[in-house]
């Protein structure tokens, strides 16, 4: 059974917070405003020290209810950690009890990767394994290869985001995400903004969300995600 936190996958697709700053506010916000799970952008929201990421959580969790990802984005994969790749994986580990799934990117060197993916598989943590395309749309092959590596190098769930340069590249992408198992898509910018709604239709298992400013090209706000997702159930 695929969950993260209590919230079970297998049942629907989850609305996912992106939490990028103004944090207590805006976990606060997406939680009246229908969003499933949080995910805490420790990248985005400067945050350096296990002690600073272990008190947010803490707090966000007793303040919401809700499970949370932590995140901390790899620069060249759209994310804003400033310090060694040591210290970035270090960070993930040490909070690793108080999250509810883990983000870390195939990019992440091989080692460090294995690192986090294990540590999260001992403590029972959801282990989510991103790849980003932020120019262009691999075809069906490529992206089913990286969905497939994503899940060979321990996800349990493969996140996949892509920017398409024309509809047959939203179409391939939903094709893939039709045919492969616990995945998570998204084509990227306007033209793929759709996807965010009828990805789950195809398998998505998590839509990501903004609170305020969008943290990806294409992002809706949960309020418009939710009633949208609503209105194609």
Partial sequence: MLKIGKFDLEERAAIVAAISNEPLQQSGTAAEHGADILEIRFDLLGITTPKEA??????????????????????????????????????????????????????TDEHLRDRIVKKAKEEKKTVIISSHDFERTPDKA????????????????????????????????????????????????????????????????????????????GQLKVEDLKKAMEMVE
């Fill in 54 to 107: 272990a008190d947010l959580l803490r707090t966000v969790k007793d303040k919401t209810s809700l499970p949370c990802i932590a995140t901390n984005r790899l620069r060249t994969q759209g994310g804003n950690w400033e310090g060694t790749e040591e210290s970035r994986i270090a960070l993930l580990e040490d909070i690793m009890h108080l999250t509810d799934a883990v983000d870390i990117e195939l990019e």
């Fill in 142 to 217: 490529t992206l089913k290869s990286i969905l497939d590596h994503s899940h060979n190098a321990g996800a349990d769930i493969a996140k996949l985001a892509v920017m398409p340069e024309n509809m047959q590249d939203v179409l391939d992408l939903l094709e893939v995400t039709l045919e492969v198992d616990d995945v998570c898509t998204i084509s990227m910018g306007q033209m793929g903004k759709h996807t965010r709604i009828i990805a789950p239709l195809y398998g998505s298992k998590l839509t990501y969300a903004s609170v305020s400013d969008a943290v990806a090209p």
